[in-house]
């Protein structure tokens, strides 16, 4: 399993692989807001951790589609498919090893992009917070349409569409989070157990989804 | 490198990538001497003048805030050129140059930022502002980005050369937008200073240590340029090694 | 150790690619499947494989050692017609991928990547990346990933496909040395594969049943 890990690793960060890319994504989508909105620093800080979250929310969504196709293109799938280890545990690994990859850099990134909206301290820390322990739920979500999507040549744009409304849970609670942690009334406490929770159900909800779309889906 | 170096007799001489190797090994040595001494002097007279009467200490950003954002638009403005290198004059070095370039120039605009922030916030309270300068240099690191993972996705680097010098002269545009940004709209960010018509607006006191540390600046891009140069045509001799050591094993079999 | 598959049906959609096939394959022994583009040979190895459930039928394991309700796919090394193997690893790196994520059965072991490197004639460049290789030379070390994990049943989809004449005889005789030390192959090929005893079996093609069928 820690093989598996170390070479989705390897592979990410080899030429070609997505890891800078998403992170750059992430940036730009984030940095073109102000010039759709205005300069104005009050309305930006306001706005800022949505921002942030819904620029993380499309970065992570970016690679997703080609978690298990680049596998089925070259054959490694119908070897992972005869394996006796839970294909489940095949996909949660390949979901870690995906988060490691293109979800924590956009966690890292995140204070930065929250400087440029004018989040203050506070604000900066609960948006990371939020993002490190909701965005392996958009992973795992993920994983579960890029199974369903496999074997469709032109599956991308698909697993966006398809997994999207699934993510809107995990942005409802990540922002409000976020939110809460910096106006005084609303408790923080409440939506980031919430978010915690979400994360852990689809940790188990998308591989099990995934191993058996990929199951169905072999041909 | 021990065998002999071709002497460099033209210009085009410098084409052939031994040649440029071998120069490149004559030169760095001088060039990283010339560097430590210029920082020296350039760091110990940043901390031994005057403070601005009104900035206090935080003016000492300056003497690193100033080199970087001219480097960044210089190193644009060096990869422009070797763009064009590559696309008019098919010069075989020119892409390599480019390539070479891209993460220096992300380097450097990455320091200008960080430093203008850590100014901006003493001097205008707070972090970022999103006012023409700023947002134009931001947008140039994002630049940079962009073209270090386009020429990382390409296989073979002579089609990544071609496709990269053409976004790279695109993106010349905004080079002349970051210098002029603060002329043509009236910002945060205060007008050039140094280099004016008229003559420099800042004080000797600043200018002197501004200057050294500006060309300080300036030789660390070259010595650094030469050898990230030196580097990748090492890669590509090591790719190129491979691929035939691919092709000789088949023989033998 | 014997492969058993009894009764199997495959169908497609509406068309039924085979039915009622049954054969059975003893340690040893090589089963050589041929027949006609699109008469579900490769379809037949995948069912074998488990990458296909059946319509009817199973296919099963038997022998010392093995325990009731195995599955065959699990004592099998697969070689589709794609290699899976990743273009930007070194070949090293994607065999020690396999050697560890596949394992040994019980009952063998692996071969070392530099013997399994050499035993397929291209010892040395197991550190260039894969995607330098030609695809005779991708082909190769595809089939050296069946030597450095052990698996007794190798199923085989079109194994020399791309290879040269030389490359052809090297595989043969990896499938003879294979074999005589127990193991069993199933192959489905177009070309003779230079084995000295093998049992055939011809693929007729399906017969169209259906709603729509005439």
Known sequence: MMSLFLRDM???VRAGGGALIGVLFFTTVVAVVPFGVGPDLNLLSRIGPAIVWIGALLASLLGLDRLFQAERDDGSLDLMLMQETPLVLTVLVKCLAHWTATGLPLVL??????????????????VMLTLLVGSPAITFIGAAGAAVAVTLPRGGLLVSILILPLTVPVLIFGVSASYAAVEDPAPFLPPFAFLAAITLFFAVIGPLGAAFALRGNSD | MSEPIPAIKKFSDLANPTVFLGLTARIVPFLAVATALLFAVGLYLSFTTEGDYQQGETVRIMYVHVPAAWLSMMCYSIMAASALGTLVWRHPLADVSAKAAA???AGFTFLALITGSLWGKPMWGTWWEWDARLTSVFVLFLMYLGLIALMRAFDDPARAARVSAVLILIGFVNIPIIKFSVEWWNTLHQPASVMRMGGSAIDPE????????????????FTLHFLAIRNEIWRRRVSAQRRLAARMANREA | MRLLAENLSVRRGDDLLFSN???????????VVTGRNGSGKSTL???VAGLISPETGRVRLTGAGIESGRRAGEASHYLG???AMKQELTVRENLAFWQTWLGDFPGGRGLDIEEAAEAIGLSGITHLPFGYLSAGQQRRFAMAKLLVAHRPIWILDEPTAALDFAADRLFAGLVTRHLE???????????PLGLAETRQLEMKGFRYEGDYAA
């Not at chain 1, 990134?109 to 609960?126: D, Y």
């Open chain 1, 10 to 12: 390897k592979l990410s």
């Open chain 1, 109 to 126: 990134a995140s204070p930065l992009l929250g400087l440029f909206m004018n989040m203050n301290e506070v604000a900066i820390g609960a």
């Open chain 2, 103 to 105: 993460p220096l120039g």
């Open chain 2, 206 to 221: 600043f200018l002197r240590p501004l200057l050294v540390m500006a060309a300080a600046f300036t030789l660390l891009f």
């Open chain 3, 21 to 31: 096939l049954s054969f059975e394959l003893a340690a040893g022994e090589a089963l």
């Open chain 3, 45 to 47: 190895l995948r069912t």
């Open chain 3, 81 to 83: 017609h794609r290699n």
């Open chain 3, 181 to 191: 030390a127990g193991g069993l192959v199933l192959a489905a090929t177009h070309q």
